[in-house]
């Protein structure tokens, strides 16, 4: 929130920034004058899709999410957000909402507010393997932002918003992931689909849960064990499976994955031990079938050499 008075000395800045600027540089233009309140993943979106007659800047590829409330707008907007039929319907996710709510003075116009997109930080978390509760009267109001993230493979910003608005959740590591996909496919074929959906609606969650308690084996599957026994009972959940390998794509190009197929410095294969150097027309073969398929430092250190047998004499 910015005060009145700086925000209509500013507001052409703020205007062009918002547009295209860099959020720490927009930040740092209101930064003296900035009061802050955070908004979880699902309340930004739900608030902006409600207020699209406000100046909106949103780019999905980019993770832009950008509005300004002039303070000659403010009014109006305040209003909006103290509707009691409009809090009614955001209660389950309002939680920034409604100390932003109370922050904002009514019938004046004090103050702008803007509202920007996080930093980046969270998108280097290391993604891992869970199964997401989400209660239905959340789901019912993101349903929506879910589907959009799952139809466009933003698979980070779909578990970042399903995390956000969760009951609970079950983590997996990545061998009792490979455990739990195997189990279904042996035991209940019609779980593995509703995996590789990702997404499941309330109203399948008993035939969901009554599946995953076939393949909930303690031995190997203690903390979804727990889960069903314990908290599984609470609500009729929407389910989403989170496969943290999808989210690694997104990580490729910065040297912790092969890039295969693409056009990467060509490197010249090292003769191995005992193997004589090739000649210049083979060596050049070999350059450009290995161009693309480069493989981390480490994997190549301790790689082994293939052993010729050596018959007995």
Do not use: C
């Not at 590829?61 to 300004?68: F, P, Q």
């Not at 983590?171 to 496919?185: D, G, I, K, N, Y």
């Amino acid at each position: 929130m910015v005060p009145a008075e700086a925000y209509r000395e500013l507001e052409a800045q703020i205007l062009e920034q918002l547009r295209s600027g860099d959020r720490d540089q927009l930040r740092h233009l209101v930064g003296e004058h900035d009061l802050q309140v955070e908004l979880l993943s699902g309340e930004w979106r739900t608030l902006m899709s409600d207020f699209e007659d406000h100046y909106q800047v949103i780019d999905d590829e980019s993770r832009t999410a950008r509005m300004v409330v002039s303070p000659d707008e403010l009014e109006d907007f305040v209003e909006g957000l103290r509707d009691p039929a409009r809090q009614a319907r955001w209660a389950p996710i309002s939680f920034g909402i409604a100390e932003l709510t109370d922050a904002l003075p009514a019938g004046t116009d004090l103050v702008g507010v803007l509202f920007l997109e996080e930093d980046d930080d969270w998108l280097w978390n290391e993604p891992v393997y869970e199964l997401i509760a989400i209660r239905p009267e959340v789901f019912a109001l993101l349903e929506g932002q879910l589907r959009h993230q799952l139809a466009t493979g933003d698979y980070r910003a779909m578990a970042r918003l399903a995390s956000d608005h969760s009951e609970g959740s079950v983590e997996f590591s990545p061998e009792q992931w490979r455990v739990l996909t195997r189990h279904a496919e042996e035991r209940v074929p019609e779980l593995l689909t509703v995996v590789e959906d990702r997404l499941s609606s309330p109203v399948d969650y008993t035939q969901i849960r009554e599946a995953l308690s076939l393949v909930a084996d303690p031995r190997y599957q203690p903390s979804l064990d727990a889960w069903l026994r314990v908290h599984a009972a609470s609500a009729q959940y929407a389910l989403y499976f989170r496969d943290a390998s999808l989210e690694r794509r997104e990580l490729e190009g910065s040297g912790l994955f092969p890039l295969d197929g693409r056009a990467t410095q060509k490197m010249r294969r090292v003769p191995g031990p005992g193997e004589p150097p090739p000649s210049a027309d083979v060596a050049d073969a070999v350059q450009r079938a290995d161009a693309g398929n480069t493989v981390p430092l480490s994997v190549a250190q301790h790689a082994q050499a293939k052993k010729t047998p050596v018959d007995d004499e």
